[in-house]
């Protein structure tokens, strides 16, 4: 059966919502992370009869797709301190397998409520404080840029193999509260850093067949499109407009982890 053959199987409509909703999630990724918030829902209702595993191999393969075309965007924009990205990568690549080990020992569900109000927190935090992001804060030592790095590397990484949904987001305000990063320079690191960690999982379920290929392939060119509108974008308009986006991105992860918390 040619790809042409597998694409008939789906209804058209179904083929073109899919896709927008892809273009749309590598927009937001690309900007400040957080585009399986839109990206994972929308093709567990379009595919209801898909497994779980398979809906997360094929929107894998469109998020890192859409996330490794950011990626080299911003390496040609912003100056990387590329010892604290690998340090930062390294410990969230370990940390994430690590908290993957122990979501079947442990109910994921005690720390929602924690999340949930955290994310209120800091949606109030940013609200208030016009500037937050939109230049550097602090200025570092390397040694202390490293411990800081590594030490989010494994909050965040633990979260990613734990619970996972607005990684890149909590990437992103990570790099900015802790280490002083302006938005930009922040949504940039996000973006390596994802690609570095994302690679073993996208490994893992191709190896294991969790993929529908015709739906990865619409998927992935529609999310990388989205992904250089949104770094073009973000690049253009700086960090006002990324902050605008941030918290939009922290409202919607408030509704949802609401829901998850309430009903």
């Known amino acids: 059966?040619?790809?042409?053959?597998?694409?008939?199987?789906?209804?058209?409509?179904?083929?073109?919502?899919?896709?927008?909703?892809?273009?749309?999630?590598?927009f937001i990724d690309a900007v400040i992370g957080g585009g399986?918030?839109?990206?994972?829902?929308?093709?567990?209702?379009?595919?209801?009869?898909?497994?779980?595993?398979?809906?997360?191999?094929?929107?894998?393969?469109?998020?890192?797709s859409g996330t490794s075309i950011a990626a080299v965007q911003y390496a040609k924009r912003v100056k990387f301190n590329w010892h604290l990205l690998f340090i930062t990568a390294f410990s969230?690549?370990?940390?994430?397998?690590?908290?993957?080990?122990?979501?079947?020992?442990?109910?994921?569900?005690i720390l929602k409520p924690f999340i949930?109000?955290?994310?209120?927190?800091?949606?109030?935090?940013?609200?208030?404080?016009?500037d937050f992001g939109t230049y550097s804060t602090k200025v570092?030592?390397?040694k202390k840029k490293y411990i800081l790095g590594f030490l989010?590397?494994?909050?965040?990484?633990?979260?990613?193999g734990f619970l996972g949904p607005g990684t890149g987001s909590f990437l992103v305000l990570g790099f900015?509260?802790?280490?002083?990063?302006?938005?930009l320079e922040a949504s940039a690191y996000a973006k390596v850093i994802n690609c570095i960690t994302n690679v073993s999982a996208l490994y893992v379920f191709l190896s294991q067949g969790n993929y529908i290929l015709e739906i990865a392939i619409i998927m992935?060119?529609?999310?990388?499109?989205?992904?250089?509108?949104?770094?073009?974008?973000?690049?253009?308009?700086?960090?006002?407009?990324i902050r605008k986006l941030f918290l939009v991105v922290v409202v919607i992860m408030i509704f949802r982890y609401g829901y998850d918390v309430f009903y």
């Open 36 to 64: 399986g918030l839109i990206q994972f829902p929308a093709f567990m209702i379009l595919f209801p009869n898909s497994s779980i595993p398979t809906a997360f191999g094929t929107n894998k393969i469109a998020g890192l």
């Open 92 to 109: 969230s690549f370990i940390f994430s397998f690590i908290g993957a080990k122990l979501v079947s020992r442990i109910d994921v569900n």
């Open 152 to 160: 989010l590397g494994i909050i965040i990484g633990f979260y990613d």
């Open 176 to 183: 900015v509260a802790l280490l002083g990063f302006e938005f």
């Open 140 to 142: 570092l030592s390397d």
């Open 220 to 241: 992935a060119v529609s999310n990388m499109s989205g992904s250089i509108i949104g770094t073009r974008m973000a690049i253009l308009k700086g960090n006002q407009f």
């Open 1 to 26: 059966m040619n790809l042409l053959e597998l694409f008939a199987q789906h209804d058209i409509s179904i083929l073109i919502i899919i896709a927008f909703a892809s273009l749309f999630a590598g």
């Open 116 to 130: 949930f109000f955290m994310l209120i927190a800091i949606a109030i935090y940013t609200f208030k404080k016009k």
